[in-house]
């Protein structure tokens, strides 16, 4: 079903409440990558070109109900301030009548940003206080999304909000355009491939099944090859390895589809050498990134991709020594003709620090959500919003 958009909405003198993910990483009381900030700013431009006197609201870190001070959004108000060129308000809180009465008096083109959603246990948890998103709700004439990275989530802000704008909830610009990219991998242009790689084995087992099915190559590095080159019969040594039997099932759905690294560079304390997969790697050593021979031979088949979905470094890409696999991946794909969507925190990340950012198709600033999203093929914060035929 297609969900309402922003165009959709009238906005003009209108009091527009929009979920935004501004959980920026912070160091120190400083911002230290304001990236996601800039990924609402097309919706918030529009809503103030628009006539519209906007309400943002967020989540930062995890404060658990607490008032966690480290926490406060006030400095993404600061930064937002800057890239608009105009004030923007900062709200002690969230909710409550000081709120309510920044909110009343808030003008057309005006900014006002609530303080951290998190700071109220009902956040996360809607079933605790169902008033929460009553009280969230009463702020706003309509209601937007545009925080993707929070859209798996039926939290009270993303989800539960929505039954009090019955057919005023809409996608923000962000959020259609990374549905709108992620719905390519649903009918992909073959050959369609997938590198997936990283450390969170567990938390993508249900991506890997999906892909599985899907894709016509699926190569496997990073810590998430180790399970599988055990599975396999592989001496890993000391590498990353989960469950071999979660391996195993994957592997027999499809073997001719897994492609596997062939040779990989291990490390033991200070030393560090590459070895051949043939051989497996010798006790105490652990395995950290794809090693030159993998390399050549990923690229070279990947080649012949159509599209191509990338989620997890190759290997321990924070470590210079380790990091010559993501980067010779990213390389390949940033010069490669297929449609290439990126996604993962660390991912996104890895290719952005190296320098391949803007010759990607797309990349996905959700984690969680765009696995998700793969896996599922639909998320419970754009469930909630508004059908349109
Ligand atoms: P994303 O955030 O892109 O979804 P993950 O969080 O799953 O990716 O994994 C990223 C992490 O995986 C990085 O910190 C990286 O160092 C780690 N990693 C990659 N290869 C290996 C490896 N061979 N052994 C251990 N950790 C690895
Ligand atoms: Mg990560």
């Not at 607490?66 to 969230?94: F, G, H, I, Y």
């Amino acid at each position: 079903m297609a969900k309402m958009t922003l165009k959709d909405l009238s906005l003009e003198g209108k009091k527009v409440l929009m979920r935004v993910d501004f959980n920026v990483p912070m160091k120190e009381g400083e911002i230290g990558d304001d990236t996601r900030i800039k990924g609402a700013l097309p919706s918030i431009q529009y809503i103030l070109n628009h006539g519209g006197a906007l309400i943002l609201m967020s989540h930062m870190g995890r404060p658990k109900g607490t008032k966690e001070k480290e926490l406060s959004l006030a400095p993404c108000a600061t930064r937002l301030s800057q890239l608009l060129n105009r004030p923007v308000q900062m709200a002690t809180d969230c909710i409550g009548s000081q709120v309510k009465e920044m909110v009343a008096h808030l003008q057309s083109g005006q900014v006002l940003l609530l303080e951290n959603l998190r700071y109220h246990l009902a956040e996360e948890k809607p079933e605790l206080d169902p008033t929460f998103a009553a009280k969230l709700a009463e702020l706003g004439d309509c209601f937007i999304n545009d925080a993707f990275g929070s859209a798996h989530r039926s939290h009270s802000s993303t989800a539960l909000i929505t039954k009090y704008f019955p057919d005023q909830a809409a996608m923000g610009f962000l959020l259609e355009k990374e549905i709108q990219a992620l719905s390519t991998l649903t009918h992909p242009n073959r050959p369609f491939s997938a590198i997936i790689g990283g450390a969170k084995i567990k938390g993508k087992i249900g991506v890997l099944r999906k892909l599985i099915e899907v894709v016509d190559e699926l190569y496997i590095g990073g810590g998430m090859a180790f399970t599988f080159l055990k599975a396999k019969g592989v001496e890993i040594g000391n590498s990353l390895c989960e469950d071999a039997q979660v391996a195993l099932d994957i592997l027999k759905i499809a073997p001719n589809k897994i492609h596997l690294p062939l040779d990989i560079v291990i490390a033991k304390e200070q030393e560090v050498k590459t070895v051949d997969l043939s051989k497996g790697i010798p006790p105490q050593w652990q395995g950290m990134d794809i090693g030159p021979k993998t390399v050549a031979d990923w690229s070279q088949k990947l080649r012949n991709s159509a599209t191509i979905f990338w989620n997890g470094p190759v290997g321990v890409f924070e470590t210079p020594q380790f990091a010559e696999g993501t980067r010779a991946i990213a390389d390949a794909l940033a010069n490669s003709s297929a449609k290439v969507i990126v996604g993962g925190g660390d991912t996104v990340a890895a290719v952005q620090q190296m320098g391949f950012g803007a010759k990607m198709d797309h990349l996905s600033t959700g984690g969680g959500a765009s696995l998700e999203f793969i896996e599922l093929g639909h998320l419970p914060g754009i469930d909630a919003l508004t059908d349109i035929n």
